[in-house]
Each structure stands twice: as structure tokens, then as C-alpha cells.
Nanobody, 115 residues
Framework: QVQLVESGGGLVQAGGSLRLSCTASISAFNIFGLEWYRQAPGTQRELVASITSGSSTNYEDSVKGRFTISRDNAKKTVYLQMTGLKPEDTAVYYC?????????WGQGTQVTVSS
């Protein structure tokens, strides 16, 4: 059973910052890759950032330099620190764990950036 719970979303003005958190109620958290996706209305869900068990990271080009993904294995939590937010970043953000060849998502948290 996989349970992922995101938090930290909200309304922020353009140029502001926000930190998203996702806590996973799974065993062996430390050996799995973790990812953040986002989906705006009428669009496909897109991969924003990923982090491996060894803490190597990758970012979608539009967020590179503004977003930072990190993990705390002791807390079984993955974070997405977002700075320099733009209205185009408005979306529902989902945490995902890549476990045994498949992805599991949380319920999502809404991020709204006003212009």
C-alpha cells in the first residue's frame, strides 16, 4: 500500500516563493526515486523534477534555476522549493514515487501564482 500526502500549496504573487512537501507512508523509502509533476487545466501532466535514491536531480527546462528538489529519508519526505514563481507555474502539483517499475501519485496540492 502506497500513501503520498502533499502539502504547502497556496496562492502567491508572481516572484514569490513556496515550498511543497510530500510525505510517503512506505517502507524502504530511501531506495526509491521521487518525482514532482504538475498539471494545469486542459493540459497534460508534466514532469517537473526528479531525484534519485543517490540524490541526483533533474529538472524540466522551464523551472531549472528556480526550483529545487530535495529529500529527507529520515522523514520520508520529498520537497520542492520554488522561487521566482510565474503565473505559468499555476497548476496542481503531484508527488510521485517510482517503486518497482511503476509510479504512484498523491492527491495533489494547488499552486496559484497571481500576476
Amino acid at each position: 500500500q502506497v500513501q503520498l500526502v502533499e502539502s504547502g500549496g497556496g496562492l502567491v504573487q508572481a516572484g514569490g516563493s513556496l515550498r511543497l512537501s510530500c510525505t510517503a507512508s512506505i517502507s524502504a523509502f530511501n531506495i526509491f526515486g521521487l518525482e514532482w509533476y504538475r498539471q494545469a487545466p486542459g493540459t497534460q501532466r508534466e514532469l517537473v523534477a526528479s531525484i534519485t535514491s543517490g540524490s541526483s536531480t533533474n529538472y524540466e527546462d522551464s523551472v531549472k534555476g528556480r526550483f529545487t528538489i530535495s529529500r529527507d529519508n529520515a522523514k520520508k519526505t520529498v520537497y520542492l522549493q520554488m522561487t521566482g514563481l510565474k503565473p505559468e507555474d499555476t497548476a496542481v502539483y503531484y508527488c510521485a514515487v517510482r517503486r518497482y517499475g511503476s509510479l504512484s501519485w498523491g492527491q495533489g496540492t494547488q499552486v496559484t501564482v497571481s500576476s
